[in-house]
């Protein structure tokens, strides 16, 4: 057979080979033959012979090292070049060595796995980033996210208490889905018409249920729905709008929330939103003193009070709610400006008179001087006393104007507004222009869990006798709840007109799925290991499976003393936030999110104490 036919490819059939210089086709077969074995070989000694590196380190691999030494080469030197070539190409075949291995590794890690070291390769950059004082896309500082102690728990080893626990998350599940099922992205849920609900007290930024809820979903290790509602958070929680909200409300839950969120979980996205909506409520202060207005257009930055507050004043619990939130965001942000409003509010307050040593709940921006003498540590003033103290504990007690401002404050409502009732019941009663109203509310049942909170700071050997405050509040609170038909608290209830820790009015004997009274057994719980608080808050726990549980979630209802339930159709977002996530702790172990590193602010938000040594080293962090 001709090689013409064999080689289709390359012979010109053809062609002649009528010039001296052709070959035939037969011949330049064997000459191609011939020439890529000679190539082949070449490539063989250079891959495969024993010394082959060497002759590669100078084809491939000039080091200016190697270069230079051979350059210079003397006889002494040159065994100096053969020993910096070996090392040189020793590194290289480890390098390649450690490449081939990482490459291995690589191809039999799980997806997750290879995400998770990007993501470490990322914090590395970030945290060299924060040794040159970098800044992010947003310009942000970058910060190195530490994740504080006992951001997660363990079951307890009681089989009771584990039982319990377990009975709590499943309470949060039923909450939520229902949530998710008929209401997802409103604000609240409406579980007996089961579909959205919202208060104008957020204007129109939805999703109140959601923010409120990450910590608790993470706290409870419900990750995949903490990364559903992060992903809602990312996609749809938007502040630019043209409305008007308060600004107390959006603090405690919304920047609350967020900065919960990104403490629990390392999460950027919720550090971003906290700052971001931060400096949408900026323009609150722009007041003549300073003392911010309770609601805000976040869009034209026009704040303005309640009409009905005393005079155009601004409310103690809510201008006076806004420390620990906004102490956190100048952290963040590393912009002073969160912590100087905040801290011009003190100023504001340290030049006043006050009645009694009292502060009174109403205060005018514009002059700075007080409106009507209503002084309450419930509605209108509580949280500012729980901020003073919380403010002391978060700074790593080194806020002592805080502490002192705290333990002054305590020693005027000692005074002048804690009293016993004949029945021996301990209550904190309301201040009205020098007389006293003899009505505690559920809001005012939170101090029982903040007087045992600050006991052990108290001046002059006062931390039994505050301990004991805290445990009579508890047992007037748990009272409250006994005295009635569904055992659940009234929102108020009264020591005169021959009646003790019982609503008179038709108007205070609603329940709204508030957190106050379980948020002091729990502290109660913390402090002394007592079991009554848990079987306190377990009594709690039946009642609001048996009267609040309905098909659609959980609802509020409008008299604790009637004899079956009138639903008031609302599950508030703070049922997530608080009254379940107290609940979940009261039966968990002390180590899991421990008052020695974290501190709740109002809405039950976990917050971490900023360490003293953290301050000194964190430079991007520090505040000026
Ligand atoms: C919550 O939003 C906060 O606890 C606030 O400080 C007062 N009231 C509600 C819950 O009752």
């Known amino acids: 057979m001709p090689v013409a036919t064999l ?22 077969f064997i000459l191609l033959l011939v020439f890529s074995a000679f190539i082949t070989l070449c490539f063989g000694a250079i891959f495969f012979l ?46 390649h060595e450690k490449a081939l291995v990482e490459a291995k590794d690589t191809l039999q890690k799980r997806p997750d796995e290879i995400k998770q070291d990007i993501q470490n ?55 939520w889905d229902s949530y998710k099922r008929y209401a997802w992205g409103s604000n609240e849920l409406r579980p007996v018409s089961k579909q959205g609900h919202s208060s104008n007290l957020f204007g129109s930024i939805k999703g109140a249920t959601i923010v409120d809820a990450l910590d608790t979903l993470y706290v409870m290790e419900m990750y995949e729905d903490f990364e559903m509602a992060t992903e809602w958070v990312e996609k749809n929680l938007d502040f630019n709008v043209n409305a008007e909200v308060s600004v107390f409300e959006v603090n405690i839950r919304f920047v609350g929330g967020l900065l919960s969120a990104y403490y629990l979980s390392g999460k950027e996205v919720f550090r971003k939103k906290a700052i971001q909506l931060g400096e949408k409520l900026l323009p609150a202060f722009k007041t003549p003193t300073g003392i911010p207005w309770a609601l805000l257009n ?11 507050a005393s005079g155009g004043s601004s409310i103690l619990a809510e201008y006076g709610t806004l420390h620990l939130e906004f ?55 509580d949280s500012f006393y729980e901020y003073l103290l919380k403010a002391w504990l978060m700074s790593d007690k080194t806020d002592e104007e805080g502490k002192k401002l705290y333990y002054d404050a305590l020693q005027a409502i000692e005074t002048s507004l804690m009293r016993k009732s004949s029945g021996g019941l301990t209550y904190i009663a309301e201040w009205k222009g020098g007389l006293l109203e003899h009505k505690m509310g559920h809001l005012t049942c939170f101090a029982g869990g903040m007087i045992a909170l600050g006991a052990d700071g108290a001046p002059e050997d006062k931390t039994g006798h505050q301990m004991e405050q805290a445990a009579e509040i508890a047992r007037t609170c748990h009272e409250s709840y006994a005295r009635t038909t569904l055992k659940l608290g009234p929102e108020g209830f009264r020591f005169d007109g021959g009646v003790e820790a019982i609503a008179t009015r038709q108007n205070e004997k609603y329940f709204i799925l508030r957190p106050e009274v379980i948020e002091t057994y729990m502290y109660m719980w913390r402090f002394t290991h007592d079991p009554k608080y848990r079987e306190w808050g377990w009594e709690a726990v039946q009642a609001l499976e048996k009267h609040c549980r309905v098909e659609g979630g959980y609802s509020g209802v409008r008299d604790v003393y009637a004899s079956s339930p009138n639903h008031d159709d609302v599950q508030q977002s703070f049922y997530l936030a608080e ?46």
């Open 50 to 95: 024993p010394d082959s590196s060497k002759l590669l380190s100078g084809v491939f691999f000039h080091s200016s090292a190697v270069e230079t030494n051979t350059r210079k080469g003397t006889d002494s030197d040159s065994n100096i070049v053969v020993g910096t070539d070996e090392k040189i190409l020793a590194k290289i075949r480890k390098d």
């Open 327 to 381: 102490m956190h965001l100048s952290k963040l942000s590393g912009n002073p400006a969160f912590a100087e409003k905040v801290m011009n509010i003190r100023k504001v307050l340290n030049r006043l008179d006050k009645p009694q040593g009292l502060y009174p709940n109403y205060l005018n921006p514009n002059s700075g001087q007080w409106g009507q003498h209503h002084v309450s540590v419930g509605g209108l003033g």
């Open 298 to 308: 976040l869009k034209s930055g026009i704040g303005r009070n309640w009409p009905w």
């Open 7 to 28: 080689l289709p490819f390359t012979a010109t059939p053809s062609r002649k080979s009528s010039s001296p210089t052709s070959f035939r086709l037969t011949e330049k």
């Open 579 to 624: 009254t379940l996530k107290y609940l979940f702790l009261l039966f968990s172990d002390d180590d899991h999110l421990p008052f020695e590193h974290w501190v709740f602010n109002t809405e039950a938000h976990p917050l971490p104490v900023i360490k003293k040594e953290m301050t000194d080293t964190d430079k991007p962090n520090q505040l000026e």
């Open 121 to 175: 390769e990322k914090d590395k950059v970030l945290k060299e980033g924060l040794g040159k004082g970098g800044k992010d896309d947003d310009n942000l500082p970058v910060i190195e996210y530490v994740r504080p102690p006992g951001a997660t728990g363990h079951e307890p080893s009681d089989p009771e208490t584990k039982e319990r626990r377990e009975k709590i998350k499943e309470m949060m599940k039923f909450a």
